[in-house]
């Protein structure tokens, strides 16, 4: 049969908030069903996005030349503005505008918005959020990529605490030098290991220590099917991070996102450090 992962397993949006437990009990259900569920989550309160969710998906789907061109037009821009004011699942409807941060966008000088919110942005423009969506949308060509604040945070520990939960940042290869330095990342690209380790199993108390082990690296290996990779075991390949846990802890933050983390002594791959 098919191995289901839900991935970024989240409550998103002020109606579902305090709703995790119903979400845990469905999968479980599905488990003594037989299927092979599992699900995996960051530990934020905040997702990335595009600035593109703010468009119809039918819209976005035809391409950036169709949709620049579509919003040019006085009467398309006002239809969009609607949209948007009306659309139950924008980005906004978590937080509110305050919430919406721009984290990257394509053009070199981007430091102007890069880290600051629409609701800020907006305000300096002087123009109302919805008419900077779409004036933005023009200006960067649809490259606009977001922070959006929309979960609460009991949530994420009731998500964390289930057994068939394992935990992953949702990012990818990054550095605080060259080109990728000025890029305004979410703080999962550097943090959500030693967060993980520093606030939930030290200072909170949420998970135990083997717990979290277990979650970030046994279970997504054996799900995926990485033979010899997960577990310090004779034979396997020692992919191996030394650390203090009476001192890791996550630097990383939403206004400084490119910060290392603290208690890391030594990571080793294959046996190399």
Known sequence: GVNLEIAHLKVAFKEGWGKASEILNRIHQERKRGIEINADQYPYTAWGSSILDFLPKNIVYKGINYWRNY???????????????????????GMGWEGVIIANTKTKNNEVIVGRSMHE?????????????ID???????????????????????????????IGSDGRAVSPHGKFSKIHYHPRYYGTFP???????????????????????????????????????????????????????????????????SGIKEVLVNGKI
Do not use: H, W
């Open 121 to 133: 942005l907006s305000i300096i423009r002087k123009i109302e959020p919805e008419e900077l969506i």
């Open 71 to 93: 919003l040019l037009k006085k009467e398309n821009r006002k239809e969009i503005i609607c949209f948007i004011k009306n659309n139950l699942e924008g980005p906004e409807k």
């Open 195 to 261: 967060r993980i380790l520093g606030k939930y199993v030290r200072k909170e108390k949420v998970i135990s220590l083997p717990e979290a082990i277990r979650k970030m690296t046994f279970m997504p290996a054996t799900k995926i099917g990485l033979k010899d990779r997960g577990q310090i075991t004779e034979g396997a390949f020692a992919d191996i991070v030394i650390f203090n846990p009476d001192s890791i802890i996550d630097n990383a933050t939403f206004v400084n996102p490119q910060r290392f983390s």
């Open 136 to 166: 933005l949308l023009i200006e960067k060509e649809g490259y606009v990529k977001l922070i959006v604040f929309c979960m609460k945070e009991e949530d994420v520990k009731t998500i964390l605490k289930d057994s068939l939960v394992m």
